[in-house]
């Protein structure tokens, strides 16, 4: 039997690029700061952790769909954090992290060799590599003015942005959501970094400003990774049009794509508890002044960056240069290549580490 490897198909994993300079930055004296990568490096709130541990007992399967009690809170805290009023609890589904949910919605609705997939110019890899999986293909591009009279049957936008932190401003998504209802499109909106704004406002895809209260072919994602450190906790959802979601959990419930039970408890106390995540908030703003102005301060150029958990710096030259040379300080950070050719120039610089590594970063690039 012959066969063709689905990794064969797709790109190589960016980060794997990384280990000479990675190495570099690790001979650092003082280590390496580490700010490759968003993973969150602060605890666990305990009103989490506890509520990950009352259900440890129970030993039968969870639900796909997740408990009712999970799904009222996404839609509580939606209207709370973000004014988006009337969600319906049954159009929520959890996801085992928005990743997974991402990198498998072209397929899990039925997209194709025939489709094609519109992602930003620079995007999450996981945006492209989703249309792979599917088989089907994929354009680059920010203005939809470029697809002519080609239509699409998906399109991924991010607001605010990974990596550039960009926030996409009302009339943008309102143009999207008019563009993709006139060819019958699915808009799936990643708003991981809803919470995390510094100089801008951001809208979610639902709010009724930008649909006009109706939410046919729209898609939010939504992830706990970022503003409840729970990353290793793979905590996210999608919501939005009934249709589309309830043909997601027909098909998940096949497959036996369900979040664990400890999971949505710990879900549940997040999202109805926002002390933990206005002091996360908090944190990295503060994080974020320390690191801009020592970046800056190096003669870098910080573009959009107006929220998120990311600095999109230049300086003019090849990013891969940019690279070495943060790793000659002991920095580690991420090469813009990474998220689409027009970011050749660009490097992504997170906000994820301590206070110490932060301020330790802060020292080596004033030096």
């Not at 498998?104 to 492209?128: F, H, K, N, S």
């Not at 239509?151 to 550039?164: E, G, L």
Request: glycine share 8%; aromatic share 6%; net charge negative.
């Amino acid at each position: 039997m012959s066969r063709t490897p689905v990794a064969a198909g797709l790109p190589d994993f960016p980060w794997d690029s990384l280990a000479d300079v990675t190495a570099k930055a690790h001979s650092h004296p003082d280590g390496i700061v580490n700010l490759s990568v968003g993973t969150p490096v602060d605890p666990v709130d305990p009103v989490i952790q506890e509520a990950l541990s009352s259900v440890a007992e129970i030993p039968g399967y969870p639900t796909t769909h997740g408990t009712l009690a999970l799904r009222e809170a996404v839609a509580e805290s939606l209207d709370r954090r973000y004014n988006i009023p009337d969600v319906d609890p049954a159009a929520v589904l959890p996801a085992i992290g928005t990743k997974e949910m991402i990198a498998w919605l072209p397929t899990l609705l039925g997209l194709g060799a025939d489709d094609l997939v519109v992602i930003p110019e620079l995007a999450y890899p996981t945006y492209e590599v989703a249309a792979k999986l599917a088989g089907a293909r994929v354009l680059r591009a920010d203005g939809l003015n470029k697809l002519g009279p080609e239509s699409a049957a998906m399109i991924f936008v991010n607001s605010p942005s990974n990596p550039t932190g960009k926030v996409l401003g009302l009339e943008h998504l309102q143009k999207a959501v008019a563009w993709a209802r006139e060819r019958g499109a699915i808009v799936v909106s990643d708003e991981c970094y809803l919470g995390l704004t510094w100089e801008a406002d951001a809208l979610s895809i639902l709010d009724p400003r930008v649909n006009d209260g109706d939410l046919t072919g729209l898609l939010a994602v939504h992830s706990l990774s970022k503003t409840s450190n729970l990353a290793s906790y793979r905590a996210g959802f999608v919501t939005g049009d009934p249709a589309l979601v309830s043909e997601l959990l027909e098909v998940r419930k096949h497959a036996g794509m369900i979040l664990p039970l400890p999971i949505q408890a710990a879900m549940t106390a997040a999202l109805g508890d926002d002390q933990h995540e206005n002091i996360q908030r908090e944190r990295y703003r503060e994080r974020r002044s320390v690191l801009i102005e020592a970046v800056r301060g190096a003669g870098f150029t910080v573009d959009n960056s107006e929220a998120g958990l990311y600095l999109w710096a230049t300086r003019g030259e090849e990013c891969r240069a940019t690279v070495s040379w943060f790793a000659d300080r002991g920095i580690l950070v991420a090469p813009g290549e990474f998220y689409g050719p027009s970011g050749s120039k660009h490097v992504r610089i997170a906000l994820t580490a301590t206070d110490e590594r932060i301020s330790a970063a802060a020292k080596r690039l004033s030096a």
